[in-house]
C-alpha cells in the first residue's frame, strides 16, 4: 500500500470500458483502510496505456483531464515543431514555382484560368510530398528492423504500425496542401506579361 503497482484489466470490447470504470471507482469508494490514521488516501486510477502515461507525467495533484493537458502540450509541440518546415516548405514551393514562370505566363496567354494553374501546383504538391512520405515509410522499415536486429535490449522488437503510417501520409498530404496553396495563390495573381519577363509580379 506505500508503493506503486500496476494491473492489467482485460474487456471483451471498449465497450465496456465505462461500465468497468463505474464499477471499479464504486468498489475504490468503499475500499476500507485498516489504520486510517496512517493510510487513508490511494491515488489510483483505471487507465489506458496513455491516461497513465498522463497521470505520471502531469501528476496527482491534477485531479482531472490528466490525458487532454497532456494532448494539449503535445499537439503544441508538434505544432511548433512542424511550423518550420512549413515555412521552409513554401520558400521552396515559391522558388520552385517562379522558376517556371515562362511557362505559367505561356499558358495565361493561352486563356488558363488561375484556378486551373492553382489545381494544377497544388496537385503537384501533394504528389512530391506523398512520395517524400513513402520515401520515408520505406528507410522507417529499413531503420526499425535494424534497431531490431541489434538487441540492444532483451525482448524489446520494433514493429511498423501501419495506422501512423496512414497518419503520416495524412500528414504529409497535410502539408502539401498548405505549403502549396500560398504559392498557388501567388503565381495566379502573376500577369503574363511579366511572366513572361521572369516572373515580378
Same mark, same amino acid.
Given at each position: 500500500m506505500m508503493h506503486g503497482f500496476n494491473g492489467i484489466v482485460l474487456a471483451r470490447s471498449t465497450s465496456d470500458f465505462?461500465?468497468?470504470?463505474?464499477e471499479f471507482n464504486r468498489r475504490l469508494e468503499s475500499f476500507h483502510f485498516e #489504520?486510517? *490514521?496512517?493510510?487513508? +488516501?490511494?491515488?489510483?486510477g483505471l487507465d489506458t496505456s496513455f491516461e497513465a502515461a498522463a497521470r505520471n507525467i502531469?501528476?496527482?495533484?491534477?485531479?482531472? #483531464?490528466?490525458?487532454?493537458?497532456?494532448?494539449?502540450v503535445l499537439a503544441?509541440?508538434?505544432?511548433?515543431?512542424v511550423l518550420l518546415p512549413t515555412m521552409n516548405l513554401v520558400s521552396i514551393n515559391l522558388s520552385r514555382i517562379m522558376e +517556371?514562370?515562362?511557362?505559367?505566363? !505561356? +499558358? *495565361?496567354?493561352?486563356?488558363?484560368?488561375?484556378?486551373?494553374?492553382?489545381?494544377?501546383? !497544388?496537385?503537384?504538391?501533394?504528389?512530391?510530398?506523398?512520395?517524400g512520405g513513402a520515401i520515408g515509410f520505406v528507410l522507417s522499415i529499413i531503420g526499425i528492423r535494424?534497431?531490431?536486429?541489434?538487441?540492444?535490449?532483451? $525482448?524489446?522488437?520494433? #514493429?511498423?504500425?501501419? +495506422?501512423?503510417?496512414? $497518419?503520416?501520409?495524412?500528414?504529409a498530404v497535410a502539408f502539401g496542401i498548405f505549403s502549396g496553396v500560398y504559392p498557388a495563390w501567388r503565381m495566379s495573381r502573376m500577369h503574363p506579361v511579366n511572366a513572361l519577363r521572369g516572373g515580378a509580379l
Open positions: 465505462p461500465a468497468i470504470r463505474r #489504520d486510517p *490514521k496512517s493510510f487513508n +488516501r490511494v491515488i489510483t502531469v501528476g496527482n495533484q491534477v485531479e482531472r #483531464d490528466r490525458a487532454a493537458i497532456l494532448r494539449t503544441i509541440m508538434a505544432l511548433l515543431f +517556371r514562370a515562362s511557362e505559367i505566363g !505561356v +499558358r *495565361k496567354a493561352f486563356g488558363a484560368s488561375s484556378r486551373t494553374l492553382i489545381t494544377q501546383f !497544388v496537385v503537384e504538391n501533394i504528389v512530391l510530398t506523398a512520395i535494424a534497431i531490431s536486429a541489434m538487441e540492444l535490449l532483451p $525482448y524489446f522488437e520494433l #514493429d511498423v504500425n501501419l +495506422r501512423i503510417f496512414g $497518419y503520416g501520409m495524412l500528414l
